[in-house]
């Protein structure tokens, strides 16, 4: 009785287990902004982010900036945490991220990696 108690309780781990990686792959990717197609947000299996997006602030020699961070995912709902303490949110519906400010992005093909140097306000 013990065994088949033991092997049922592996069995639900596996099962589990495999459902956090299905999930984890399906939210994993690039999400681009439909308003600005040169704004992406990449989320990483590994629960990790990279948002490149246009700065606000910064003039026409760098109009966008690079944060990085970890995410987490609970139901539809994404919380990014940036490295420097600072948090933002949003949803996920399908194939798309909807951010705090109601902006759209789609999951797409990673752009290509221009300015993916650029680190908190950097060149």
């Given at each position: 009785?013990?065994?088949?108690?033991?092997?049922?309780?592996?069995?639900?781990?596996l099962l589990g287990y495999a459902a956090i990686s299905s999930a984890d792959a399906t939210v994993a990717g690039t999400y681009i902004n439909q308003s600005n197609t040169r704004e992406y947000l990449t989320l990483n299996s590994d629960g990790t982010f990279y948002l490149k997006q246009r700065d606000r602030f910064a003039g026409p020699e760098a109009p966008y900036s690079s944060v990085?961070?970890?995410y987490q995912v609970t139901g539809k709902d994404v919380k990014l945490i940036l490295t420097n303490g600072g948090e933002s949110s949003g949803t996920l519906e399908g194939n798309k991220f909807t951010d705090a400010e109601g902006k759209i992005w789609?999951?797409?093909?990673?752009?290509?990696?221009?300015?993916?140097?650029v680190r908190k306000g950097k060149k």
């Open positions: 009785m013990k065994r088949i108690v033991l092997i049922l309780a592996a069995v639900t781990l990085d961070g970890k789609s999951k797409g093909q990673d752009p290509t990696p221009v300015n993916r140097e």
